[in-house]
């Protein structure tokens, strides 16, 4: 601002009495009294502000990048990465399970199930390593190889029930996508929250499927359970009903919880003005529920089929 410039610290500018002395005097010189200065000050002053204003208005929002906080967006955009590199390596997993063979019922006893128990094996490992070691540090390496091992695993265990069922995956997929985006929209609507009480239910009822879990893989692998129960105890029948389609509809509502339980992480984290490399911890947190709840809708579906 021109007031400001050192150049007019000449007492010719600043005292009244002097500008007498220019031809033709105060009113000539426009610099006669303290009520035109002041005026002239407030403009510019006004002008600086007007400015600064603008030219807020006209740069970028700051994101993750320039605060280093967590924000909805780059949380949103990590789960898009880590989901990419998912269908990348199921890919890499449905075709090294075929083996280039065509899709007919007769060749499931010659598909390979090496990228299933190696992406199974792998992803278990990592998602202890992240969880566990995530308090102290966040290493977005491991939640990618993650992410790559989760896609063999999707990638294997989908070709073979597609094998077996065939559009099983896209009635999975299209199932999956369903209940993901229902319980998103109802979360953002604000209709359903995480609470206290629900989350207590929760653990309760995830800890006694997870030893029901534990309970019917041993029994599979210890060949206690008859030949023709292909699911184990999951193909027991109660009046009539797979027990695993029962059990199925109460999992895909703890799933749904769970993801619940995400958005509400992802929320708290922003709200509270998390670092950034927490975003990572919500993007995973998201992907482990969304295996978790596509995996449990297959099976649902290749028990009911089976049933038929």
């Given at each position: 601002?021109?007031l ?66 967590m ?19 199921a ?13 007919t ?11 299933w ?12 390593v992240v969880?566990?070691?995530s ?12 992410a ?13 029930f ?27 609507s604000g ?7 629900a ?35 999951y ?25 619940v ?48």
């Open positions: 601002m021109a400001n410039n050192p150049a007019f610290n000449n007492p010719a500018f600043q005292d009244p009495k002097a500008v007498q002395t220019y031809p033709g005097g105060a009113q000539a010189a426009n610099l006669g009294g303290p009520t035109q200065f002041a005026t002239a000050q407030r403009a510019g002053t006004d002008a600086a502000a007007n400015a600064r204003l603008e030219g807020m208005y006209a740069a970028p929002t700051a994101g993750a990048t320039e605060t280093d906080r924000t909805v967006e780059d949380t949103v955009m990590k789960t898009v990465g880590l989901f990419a590199i998912l269908l990348v390596t890919a890499v997993g449905w075709v090294w399970t075929l083996g280039g063979l065509t899709i019922g007769d060749t499931a006893q010659q598909i390979s199930m090496a990228p128990l190696i992406g199974l094996a792998g992803g278990f490992i990592l998602s202890m969880i566990f070691t308090r102290k540090k966040v290493r977005p390496a491991l939640i990618w190889a993650y790559a091992f989760e896609g063999l695993f999707i990638g294997g265990i989908s070709a073979f597609e094998v077996l069922y065939p559009g099983i995956v896209m009635q999975a997929t299209l199932a999956t996508f369903a209940v993901v985006g229902v319980t998103l929209a109802l979360f953002a209709k359903v929250r995480a609470s206290k009480k989350t207590k239910i929760f653990m309760i009822a995830m800890i006694g499927y997870m030893v029901f879990a534990l309970l019917n893989l041993v029994l599979m692998w210890t060949n206690v359970l008859p030949a023709d129960q292909a699911f184990g105890l193909s027991a029948r109660i009046m009539g009903i797979p027990l695993g389609l029962i059990i199925g509809v109460l999992v895909v509502i703890l799933a749904a919880y769970s993801l339980l995400d958005f509400d992480m992802i929320q708290r984290g922003v709200r509270n003005r998390a670092p950034r490399q927490y975003a990572w911890l919500g993007a995973f947190g998201i992907m482990v529920t969304v295996v978790w709840l596509y995996v449990e809708i297959l099976r649902m579906i290749a028990i009911i089929r089976g049933s038929n």
